[in-house]
């Protein structure tokens, strides 16, 4: 695989694909990029036009430059990145569809390779900088060609998947070699190894990923990861920790929440875990975070598309998250950056002060 240049559900999907033209200046010129795409996996006029008019967008362009410079920013390391960030799941296709079977399904016809860059283009455009990518998502995707092809300067962190602490160092280099511009240790490892006893492990990730001379994170679903750090003294670039409310239908009810139940069979029984709930401690992790000196990034804001956008990214600014990572359609993209443009300004007089 080539290496990239860079160093390193909301709501119902009625309105796939029918994105607006913005800034295409000549309709004969579109209208011949279009034609020039045959590899393209999309299929309505409005849809190439966008894709042809994405590919060839000049990052650099003062228009350009502007909507960039409307994103909210901090430093993680010496990086600068905008607030919002790209989650993954909707290119690995892990949707948290609960019992939507078809959800995957959809998502899966939707978000072909070229829509994903398509994504990733738009991202951009709007000064969403940063998006948290697997090396599988280089595996199912071509997505080098983002920053080969279409000029792309996305920075990404690295989330190396697996629970061997006697792997992890083989699978960071491996992602560091595709261009990762950080890395943090999976929330599912540093989860299961607290659950197991056997935190050391965090540590012995923590001393790894700090020999490649990249920021460096801690990411948990639960709060005994990113306690443990800190009573250990350990000092990560970044947090990576879930954070919403419980104040959406499909929540079970709190008495019967398990430390462990994420990673177990789901259950037929509404009143127990069924894909449905990532931060188990929402009012306890915001009064934990209050007093760590360390860049935090919030995920599962929008419980995986079970609380509205303006509810989910509001909450967790306001409750002191520095960064929010968020997974995203391409038709999303914008209405989303908006929103979190109008929260951080809410927010500036937080509790928390801003660490990044």
Partial sequence: MKSAKYPNR????????????????????????????TDSDITTKTDRLEYARLRDLDLDAPEVLARRQKMPTGKIGDITFGRLMSGSNLISMNMHARDLD?????????????RILMTLKLCEEYGVNGI????????RFRLSRYWDEWGGNMKWLADVITTDINQYER????????????????????????????QKNIIKAYEIMRKHRVPVGICAHRLEPIRFCEKEGLKPDFYMKTLHHDRYWSAHPKENRRFIEMYEANSPNHAQYHDNMFCHDHEETVEFMQDVKVPWIAFKVLAAGAIPAQDGIAYAFESGADFICLGMFDWQVRQDVEIVVKAIEKSRNRKRPWMA
């Fill in 10 to 37: 909301r709501e119902v999907l009625g309105g796939l694909g029918a994105m607006g033209v913005i800034g295409v200046s000549s309709s004969a010129l579109a209208t011949e990029a279009v034609d020039a795409s």
């Fill in 102 to 114: 078809y959800v995957s399904a959809l998502a899966e016809r939707y978000n072909t390779e070229e």
């Fill in 132 to 139: 948290v990518l697997k090396n599988h998502n280089f595996a």
């Fill in 171 to 198: 699978l960071l280099e491996e992602h560091i070699e595709l261009g990762a511009s950080a890395a943090y240790l999976w929330g599912g490892a540093a989860d299961v190894w607290c659950h197991q006893g056997n």
